[in-house]
């Protein structure tokens, strides 16, 4: 099946800091990608879309500004999350359905489990 | 909008029984359903994905089964082992957009 990686896998940061989170699709092209964010023992809930070559489109309640997202390649997706602060400690995962095909059956990476200290 | 509930919530069985996972959404707009494995700490792995003009899915001791007409889904497992311990996810795939909507999960122990 198709891969997608994300790195880095685990990050720990210092309050007010930003972290970049990337997501890769190593065997597909995918115009399309989704941002998942978890918290402990709850289900994922989407955060925005990554568009390659256009902006993203955030759910509500996700604060764009705060959760910086660049779609710059069919296979590259990158998550910045800009003055982190604990409460955006989480797992934050990607998912992309490949360009072509029409199942749109979900390839998730692996997460990032961010730390925010 | 679009809710996905998943029943029950946690799930703890002797190994060997056969049980069932429920899944229930409220949007019957077109759509794919997808299972999802989930084990502490890590990321999801794919089970069965049903697409709209299915009507359920197999692979080896899992079975996955859509009805549409009442906006539910289950998934069926055989013969339970201890390796099945997880959590178990249903996510609501819109053939539109691609955006999946995840329920709570069902968490299960399978104990020796």
């Known amino acids: 099946g198709a891969v997608v990686s994300q790195h880095p896998s685990r990050v720990i940061c210092k309050s007010g800091t930003s972290v970049k989170i990337e997501c890769r699709s190593l065997d597909f092209q995918a115009t399309t990608m989704f941002w998942y964010r978890q918290f402990p023992k709850q289900s994922l809930m989407l955060m925005a879309t990554s568009n390659e070559g256009s902006k993203a489109t955030y759910e509500q309640g996700v604060e764009k500004d705060k959760f910086l997202i660049n779609h710059a390649s069919l296979t590259l997706s990158t998550l910045t999350v800009t003055s982190a602060h604990p409460e955006d400690s989480s797992f934050y995962i990607c998912s992309a359905p490949p360009t072509s095909g029409s199942s749109y059956e979900q390839y998730f990476g692996p997460g990032t489990r961010l730390t925010v200290t | 909008k679009q809710e996905v509930t998943q029943i029950p919530a946690a799930l703890s069985v002797p190994e060997g029984e056969n049980l069932v996972l429920n899944c229930s959404f409220t949007?019957?707009?077109?759509?794919?359903l997808q299972w999802f494995r989930q084990d502490p700490g890590k990321g999801l792995t794919s089970l069965l994905l049903i697409q709209s003009s299915q009507r359920e899915q197999t692979s080896g001791r899992l079975n996955a089964s859509l009805d549409k007409s009442s906006g539910r889904s289950t998934l069926y497992i055989a013969a339970s082992q201890p390796g099945d311990s997880a959590t178990y996810l249903c996510a609501w795939i819109s053939s539109n957009t691609g955006k999946l909507i995840f329920g709570q999960g069902t968490t299960l122990q399978v104990k020796p």
């Open positions: 949007d019957s707009a077109i759509y794919n």
